[in-house]
């Protein structure tokens, strides 16, 4: 398996791409099923998933809130724009922290390759600026934002 | 950090013009008068950007006299190369949760009958 690949293309796109040991169906079905989702798509330990809604249909919704069970909290907010089953899907979501985050535009494309699936995450962010702050708060689509993660997590372009 | 804290960092560096002016002040302080030559801003208008990156902690103002350059917090850089490790990080910890999750359909499916 080749490792996951981050890298940022053009002004506005990060692109990151990871191979599993699994066909495309059980990975699209991992990305869509919230039974599944709430088992993966986690912040550090101690974070869970309590609420978790995906429509993974053209304009069918999705939300997902974190907790670490101490009182603190965020959520997400987003919509499908198209679907492939096993194949791709695209999405817009924006984070609540608590204020809404620029609207993040994303493909999830699905490869079937010898031994698994390569999975192709393409992230559009509105502008430079707003790519430069998301990657910066270390949230990217923001699922794994956490208090201890991000501490002291701020940004210098040298 | 607060959650409230992070937001106001994003917010911060969401606006192109405050995103110039850490850019400059990476290079060294500056007062507000250097800050507002190259953006064809009012001194006030920068100032009110400056307020906006000191609220959020990207910067502060030193006292010279009567001068009140403004530089980064040292405490607030890390190197762009470092955020996107981090980044990495993050995400690598949660495919690693994925491909246990996938494992774990495979041998439901593998319970359930000779599927692929």
């Known amino acids: 398996m080749k490792p996951l690949e981050l890298k940022t293309v053009g002004d506005t796109k990060v692109v990151v791409t990871r191979q599993f040991p699994a066909p495309p169906e059980a990975v699209f079905r991992a990305h869509t099923e919230p039974r599944l989702l709430k088992k993966w798509m986690l912040g550090p330990e101690g974070w869970t998933m309590p609420v978790c809604i995906c429509d993974p249909r053209p304009g069918g919704t999705m939300r997902f809130e974190w907790t670490d069970g101490k009182g603190?909290?965020?959520?997400?907010?987003?919509?499908?724009?198209?679907?492939?089953?096993?194949?791709?899907?695209?999405?817009?979501?924006?984070?609540?922290?608590?204020?809404?985050?620029?609207?993040?535009?994303?493909?999830?494309?699905?490869?079937?390759?010898?031994?698994?699936?390569?999975?192709?995450?393409?992230?559009?962010?509105?502008?430079?600026?707003?790519?430069?702050?998301?990657?910066?708060?270390?949230?990217?689509?923001?699922m794994e934002a956490s208090y201890a993660r991000l501490e002291g997590l701020l940004l210098g372009w040298t | 950090?607060?959650?409230?804290?992070?937001?106001?960092?994003?917010?911060?560096?969401?606006?192109?013009?405050?995103?110039?002016?850490?850019?400059?002040?990476?290079?060294?302080?500056?007062?507000?008068?250097?800050?507002?030559?190259?953006?064809?801003?009012?001194?006030?208008?920068?100032?009110?950007?400056?307020?906006?990156?000191?609220?959020?902690?990207?910067?502060?103002?030193?006292?010279?006299?009567?001068a009140r350059p403004r530089r980064i917090r040292p405490e607030a850089l890390i190197p762009a190369a470092d955020f996107l490790d981090r980044f990495r990080a993050i995400l690598e910890a949660r495919y690693a949760r994925l491909d246990d999750l996938l494992a774990e359909l495979a041998t439901e499916n593998s319970n359930e009958g000779p599927k692929e």
């Open chain 2, 1 to 66: 950090m607060p959650i409230q804290t992070l937001s106001a960092i994003f917010a911060a560096l969401s606006d192109p013009t405050r995103l110039a002016i850490v850019e400059r002040l990476l290079a060294g302080e500056a007062t507000v008068t250097d800050l507002a030559r190259p953006f064809a801003l009012t001194q006030p208008a920068i100032s009110r950007h400056l307020k906006v990156l000191e609220a959020a902690g990207l910067i502060e103002t030193r006292i010279d006299g009567t």
């Open chain 1, 72 to 142: 603190n909290s965020f959520h997400l907010t987003g919509e499908t724009i198209e679907i492939e089953p096993a194949r791709r899907i695209v999405h817009v979501e924006r984070m609540f922290l608590p204020d809404p985050t620029p609207d993040n535009h994303v493909e999830t494309l699905f490869d079937p390759v010898a031994g698994g699936t390569l999975m192709t995450l393409t992230m559009t962010l509105p502008d430079a600026a707003i790519r430069q702050a998301m990657l910066a708060s270390g949230t990217a689509d923001g």
